[in-house]
């Protein structure tokens, strides 16, 4: 019988104000503007403070954090790193740390078998005749940095990243692969590794959003070996079934991810997935929503716009009826970013948008109101001291 350690969270505001006296000279500021559809409504507060609250030195959310409720109703708050935990309550008020490991990295030598570095990277919950079933699509980085074969020994040099497929059948509590390494690839290049030769692949899913009797992901997709980056989208109608998902090309979800490794003539065939309105969302991904207000797609994501004077960095949103032709993204929350940062200044990634009273059991949706989560990298990207922080949001629709 597992021995579960649990660490209590106080959403007071004694703990939000733990890391208040961090000398950031540079805090966020909500972008202002009057006929914004979606806006910040509230001060920030923190729901994860890694000084009190961890487990372990590396338990932080290192991505955006995911939301699904249990069959009991509890909340799952799940907070991806190479070793995944979660926070569970009755509500968003009341979350508990677990220090249970959800999924821990495989750490499998060869790049082959797409199952080294992983991250819990989207959830999707559901019950049927054969339980309480979370899927999950997980960010495998291969670290080719820590084996010979990089000889630069440079962690980005040598970084090459897919998406695999995980389920867990005990309504979250723990992970594995049902169907085994490397079937389990979701999405790749049709390129294989390539040490130091640059960061490539396919990276970090957003949530899973159903649809229309699909299940769409957007992804951030790094070409090789031009290294551009730009925001794909694919779809599902089987969760279960890794090999099923298509992407964008432009005309349709035709696309067919390839394994380099295996699949000779469908890799010759593949292309990399077709930019989604490159010109409006840039490399925004992390998350989307549907909006019961505007009756529109919300999708939140780290970005810039040089085409604004002066050029906010930071959180940002779009909205869109279809997911696929999007608005001109604008200006959510201005933060600073790990690459404008100068030394051990706080930094802010991972934005992901969460509407605590959802009807929908995976928070596909949202209102009127809703939080923006994120993480907050106290003393810049080298250092562990990270926290979660949420801010409240307004949501409504032009008069």
């Not at 509500?91 to 819990?120: K, Y």
């Not at 390129?191 to 640059?198: A, K, L, N, W």
């Not at 010759?268 to 549907?290: D, N």
Request: hydrophobic share 40%.
């Amino acid at each position: 019988m597992r021995l579960i350690l649990i660490c209590l969270v106080s959403m007071s505001l004694s703990q939000a104000a733990s890391h208040a006296a961090l000398a950031d000279a540079d805090p966020p500021r909500p972008f202002v503007d009057a006929e914004a559809a979606v806006q910040i409504s509230g001060p920030a507060e923190v729901v994860f403070d890694w000084t009190v609250d961890r487990c372990a030195d590396h338990h932080f959310a290192d991505l955006p954090v995911r939301a699904f409720r249990g069959a009991d109703g509890a909340v799952n708050l799940i907070l991806g790193h190479h070793v995944t935990r979660r926070m569970v309550g009755p509500d968003f008020g009341t979350l508990s740390v677990e220090c249970d490991i959800l999924l821990a990295s495989t750490s499998a030598r060869d790049p082959e078998q797409f199952a080294n570095t992983e991250w819990i990277a989207a959830t999707y919950a559901t019950t049927n005749g054969d339980g309480d079933i979370v899927h999950a699509l997980i960010h495998n980085e291969y670290q080719g940095n820590r084996y010979p074969e990089c000889r630069t020994a440079d962690y980005f040099r040598c970084w090459y990243n897919t998406i695999t497929y995980a389920r867990s059948n005990d309504g979250g509590a723990s992970f594995g692969y049902p169907i085994a390494p490397p079937q389990h690839l979701v999405a790749s290049l049709p390129e294989p590794y390539r040490p130091d030769e640059g960061i490539f692949g396919a990276f970090s899913p957003s949530n899973i959003l159903s649809h229309d009797g699909h299940f769409y992901v957007f992804l951030k997709v790094q070409t090789y070996p031009l290294e551009t980056q730009h925001t794909c989208l694919m779809r599902t109608d089987t969760l279960g079934d890794p090999d099923s998902w298509r992407f964008w090309d432009g005309a349709g979800f035709n696309g067919l991810f390839a394994d380099p490794y295996r699949d000779d003539l469908r890799a010759m065939r593949a292309t990399t997935c077709t930019p989604v309105a490159l010109p409006q969302i840039a490399q925004m991904y992390e998350a989307v929503t549907w909006n019961t207000e505007l009756q529109r797609f919300i999708l939140i994501g780290t970005s810039s716009d040089p085409a604004r004077s002066p050029n906010p960095y930071g959180f940002y949103y779009a909205l869109s009826e279809d997911l696929i032709t999007w608005s001109m993204r604008q200006p959510l929350l201005e933060v600073r970013l790990p690459w404008r940062a100068t030394g051990r200044e706080a930094v802010y990634l991972y934005p992901t948008l969460i509407d605590h009273d959802s009807d929908s059991r995976n928070y596909e949706t949202s209102g009127a109101t809703a939080y923006l989560y994120f993480t907050r990298l106290n003393f810049g990207s080298g250092d562990l001291d990270r926290d979660l922080i949420r801010m409240p949001v307004s949501i409504r629709a032009n008069e």
